[in-house]
């Protein structure tokens, strides 16, 4: 996603970005602009996701494709701030995360 939607990868990072955004998956703070992940959303919102795509290319709905891209498929002007700051933190691109700590609450 950070190297923007020109390509059909990214177009797919950035729908599922915002799509699990919406979920509230991983919620932004709006004072210090980081991220966090609600686990329990997440596997939900990833859940729904997954449905809905599956859903679209299954029943072969072109126009529902081009629906759910219009709908998600834009970088924000807030996730383009977001990106633009962490290339000025020269965090790099492949970023590999670690779940082993991670746990999930009920």
């Not at 449905?51 to 494709?65: A, F, I, P």
């Not at 020269?90 to 700590?101: H, L, N």
């Given at each position: 996603?950070?190297?923007?939607g020109a390509d059909a990868h990214g177009r797919a990072n950035i729908?599922?970005?915002?799509?699990?955004?919406q979920a509230g998956a991983f919620p932004r703070d709006s004072t210090t602009g980081k991220y966090r992940v609600?686990?329990?959303k997440f596997q939900v919102g990833m859940n729904a996701?997954?449905?809905?795509?599956?859903?679209l290319q299954g029943n072969g709905d072109y126009d529902g494709v081009g629906?759910?891209?219009?709908?998600?498929?834009?970088?924000?002007?807030?996730?383009?701030?977001?990106?633009?700051r962490?290339?000025?933190k020269g965090i790099?691109?492949?970023?590999?995360?670690?779940?082993a700590s991670i746990t999930a609450t009920p």
């Amino acid at each position: 996603m950070r190297f923007g939607g020109a390509d059909a990868h990214g177009r797919a990072n950035i729908v599922a970005f915002n799509f699990l955004q919406q979920a509230g998956a991983f919620p932004r703070d709006s004072t210090t602009g980081k991220y966090r992940v609600n686990v329990a959303k997440f596997q939900v919102g990833m859940n729904a996701l997954t449905e809905k795509m599956l859903m679209l290319q299954g029943n072969g709905d072109y126009d529902g494709v081009g629906a759910f891209q219009q709908e998600f498929g834009t970088i924000s002007a807030e996730l383009q701030r977001d990106l633009a700051r962490l290339k000025t933190k020269g965090i790099q691109v492949d970023v590999v995360f670690s779940f082993a700590s991670i746990t999930a609450t009920p």
